[in-house]
């Protein structure tokens, strides 16, 4: 069975469960097993919902053995990032705050995934809130590397990349406000889609930053990414940012099309602090697009060295509000009822004992540029800086389809590296942010297929569109992945 996983694409499994060459609970089984083995070294997930997952695995194999057409993504194993919520299923958000609190309905992406008959295997570990870019923030446990135990994922979703990387899922979904999708995509070898801000329903994401969170899919391939994707897309009623998709050739790219898109190559992105083997992944990814004969254009996204600051004002302003919601009265409490005397006891000793460092931190932060007097100097001010970001991207645009960048300035760091010095651990964001601010579709690629036996370090190729143009980005990642 271990074969089959290792080799396993959305497609593939869909072809071997309708040409009956395994079912879906013998595959969903064999994902248990491996877990069970593997995940001891990784620690991608942070609990697991094997009898629901069983179950709905076995009614995939009635539907198909009565001849009834499924879904391609009937019977897929997904994993899921802890702050999506899965009916019954625990939402820890990777806090200690959380660590009684499930989930009392589905998130609107997991109703769709559901009604696709798509198999949850379990939720993955996190940095504390998706604050972070290691998953070392996470209030339970680290994850490891599966390209090398001794570094991290990146983050926030590590858990979720570690997962589809070392073959625990076969796709999985993580959520991106500054980069956690891609960065851990990137750091872990596989593929991560953030969508245009809007595009996919948040009803039921616990939130960090409204104006910028997004949720999106981990996969293999873009094609797998693609068909998740395409499934959670579009508008909905309890999520009023939330937009139509609209017609496009996402699931059956038009390669003449995608050809002749023109690619733009951002020159601040290139103007130095790139480690070296980023460097060369980046050198080889340009050489692998234009022997395809796509043409490049030198463009400028001059406000991009503002958008690190301009994020770290944004962000802990929505994230201050976001948290006040944990209270210790209302999803759960963890201090016992003889510790506290009073309401204020509890909203102290809960939210004291409940937050990590990280949380509390950007608590601060977020509390003190929103206060009055500094709302204007920072707040205010932030979010003009973010319309000039904004603005940058329209520029872009006006001249190429896609911008051509690395998802991230190094490769996965060591364990450890990184955790004394929150400033350099922002800094590993430094490419990923601005897509956030502007709100457009980005992704992260592979930049060459890496085999976890030869200890490579991965690298990504980031590949960032127009607004809903998830096609163009998804289909030229199709198109590179097929040399
Ligand atoms: N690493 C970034 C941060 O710490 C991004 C987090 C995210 O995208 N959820 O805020």
């Known amino acids: 069975m271990k074969k089959h996983l290792h080799d396993l694409t959305i497609k593939g499994f869909h072809e071997g469960l309708l040409n009956k060459e395994f079912s879906a609970f013998e595959i969903a089984e064999g994902y248990f097993d491996w877990i069970a083995e593997k995940d001891k070294e990784v620690g991608a997930y942070l609990s697991l919902q094997k009898d629901e997952a ?47 609190y499930s989930a009392s309905y589905d998130a609107t992406v997991i109703k769709k995934l559901k009604e696709a008959q798509a198999v949850f295997l379990g939720k993955t ?35 979720s990349a570690a997962a589809v990387a070392a073959n625990m899922a076969l796709a999985a979904l993580g959520t991106d406000t500054g980069g956690s999708i891609r960065q851990p995509a990137a750091f872990c070898g596989v593929v991560g889609l953030k969508p245009t801000y809007g595009a996919v329903s948040r009803h039921g994401l616990i939130a960090l930053a409204s104006s910028l969170d997004q949720i999106g899919p981990f996969g293999k391939t873009a ?18 940012t939330s937009v139509e998709a609209e017609e496009d050739d996402l699931l059956k790219p ?14 601040e992105y290139f103007a130095g602090g790139l480690s070296p083997e ?19 254009e030198e463009i400028s996204l001059p406000h991009t060295k503002y958008a690190l600051s301009v994020y770290y004002i944004i962000l802990p302003a929505e994230a201050s509000a976001n948290l006040a919601r944990f209270d210790g009265i209302r ?70 389809d896609v911008i051509f960048a690395p998802t ?8 450890g590296e990184k955790t004394e010095d929150p400033l350099s651990m922002y800094l590993s964001d430094i490419f990923t942010i601005p897509a956030n601010l502007a709100g457009v579709p980005a992704v992260s ?34 198109y590179y992945e097929r040399l």
Do not use: C, W
């Open 278 to 296: 980023v460097e060369k992944g980046m050198a080889e990814a340009e050489r692998r697009l234009r022997s395809l004969k796509l043409e490049f």
């Open 331 to 400: 999803y759960s409490r963890i201090v016992s009822e003889k510790e506290v005397k009073s309401l204020r006891d509890i909203y102290f000793k809960d939210r004291g004992a409940g937050f990590g460092a990280e949380p509390r931190r950007r608590i601060l932060l977020g509390t003190f540029v929103l206060s009055a007097g500094y709302y204007d100097a920072y707040y205010a001010k932030a979010q003009k800086v973010r319309r000039l970001i904004l603005r940058d991207f329209d520029e872009a645009f006006k001249k190429v």
């Open 223 to 240: 094609e797998d990414a693609a068909i998740v994707f395409s499934k959670i897309r579009g508008s909905d009623p309890f999520d009023s």
């Open 54 to 100: 069983l179950k709905s695995a076995s009614e995939v194999d009635v539907k198909v053995a009565s001849g009834v057409e499924v879904d391609v993504l009937a019977g897929v194993p997904l994993a899921v990032k802890d702050v999506v919520l899965i009916e019954d299923a625990p939402a820890s958000a990777g806090s200690k705050i959380l660590e009684k």
């Open 445 to 478: 690629i592979p930049v060459k297929k890496y085999s976890l036996a030869d200890k490579e370090l991965p690298i990504g190729l980031q590949l960032i569109g127009r607004h809903f143009r998830e096609a163009d980005i998804l289909g030229l990642g199709q």
């Open 408 to 415: 991230t300035p190094t490769s996965a760091f060591k364990i």
């Open 125 to 159: 570990n996190l940095d504390e809130f998706a604050m972070g870019s290691s998953t070392e923030n996470s209030g339970y446990r680290l994850v490891h590397n599966p390209y090398d135990l001794l570094r991290v994922p990146g983050g926030s979703s590590g858990g």
């Open 254 to 267: 038009d390669f003449e099309r995608i050809k002749k898109l023109r690619v733009g190559i951002p020159k």
